[in-house]
């Protein structure tokens, strides 16, 4: 008997903390982190080039991706292969099993990087990007996890403190790139669960555009307690099973927000 795959997608975030740390991951259950099985995943890089030097010597958006799969793969946690993407699958569209294994997230293991000047249909506001996290409610095992980059504010690469052009915001694609692989690798926000803490994986943009010892030491803690559980294939396509999602955005930094008051949200 064939059975149906059946699939949930919900945009919530659990907010139990991970032992007495400040990083926090995604959790499937409670004390629970998603992960990728045999720790590691593939990214396909479709932000091309901006047809001039950025401001850090690179001539590609992707050139970031790069760096900053780069740096995560440095800590020793989770191995990231970015290939440049060349057959584009819109994530965009709803669950049907086939194409889109939760809402928005695309088909199994398909994990594009793009600019889009919407999240599926939805404005941005102050999201500048934000990765739609798919897994496993069984398993906790990610499934998928498409990085939707925001297409309309104003992009450059550099390292050191925010830069504004005529008071507008120039965002870092290198550093906010680090930001939503730490996501796709299964960590959230500190800040978002009342941790003050240096890292890259707080919600806002800010000076820092490194990984910090807190989002080094949330990415081990993930895949040293998964490491016992990555045995086989997914379980999702063998038997039926509820998914889950969380869309995580990342917002604009808190100078803007002190400068124009803008609401914080979390899509
Ligand atoms: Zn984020």
Redesign the pocket.
């Known amino acids: 008997m064939i059975r149906k795959l059946i699939l949930v997608s919900a945009t919530f975030v659990v907010l139990h903390a991970v032992a007495a740390h400040a990083f926090f991951c995604i959790e499937w259950r409670q004390g629970s982190c998603v992960y990728w099985p045999d720790s590691r995943t593939t990214m396909l890089a479709f932000l091309g080039s901006p047809g001039t030097s950025l401001i850090n010597g690179t001539q590609t958006w992707d050139e970031n991706a790069f760096a900053a799969a780069n740096d995560w793969n440095a800590v020793g946690a989770i191995q990231f292969t970015v290939d440049n993407g060349d057959n584009f699958l819109d994530p965009c569209g709803a669950q049907n099993h086939q194409s889109h294994i939760c809402d928005n997230t695309g088909a199994l293991g398909d994990n594009p990087i793009f600019f889009a000047s919407t999240f599926c249909g939805n404005a941005f506001g102050d999201v500048i990007?934000?990765?739609n996290n798919c897994w496993d409610s069984v398993s906790g095992r990610m499934l998928n996890a498409p990085v939707f980059v925001n297409a309309n504010v104003l992009w450059n690469a550099y390292d050191g403190p925010l830069r504004f052009s005529n008071g507008q915001p120039i965002y870092d694609a290198r550093r906010v790139l680090l930001?939503?692989l730490?996501?796709v690798l299964g960590l959230?926000?500190p800040d978002a669960h009342a941790q003050t803490v240096q890292a890259i994986?707080n919600?806002r943009v800010s000076n820092i555009d490194r990984l910090q010892a807190d989002d080094i030491n949330g990415a081990r803690a993930i895949y040293a307690s998964a490491s016992g559980s990555t045995i086989g294939t997914s379980g999702c396509q063998v038997r039926a099973r509820r998914g889950g999602g969380a869309v995580?955005?990342?917002?604009l930094g808190w100078i803007i927000l002190a400068c124009q008051r803008r609401r914080l949200r979390r899509a």
């Open positions: 990007e934000l990765t930001h939503e730490g996501h959230d926000h994986m919600s995580l955005p990342l917002l």
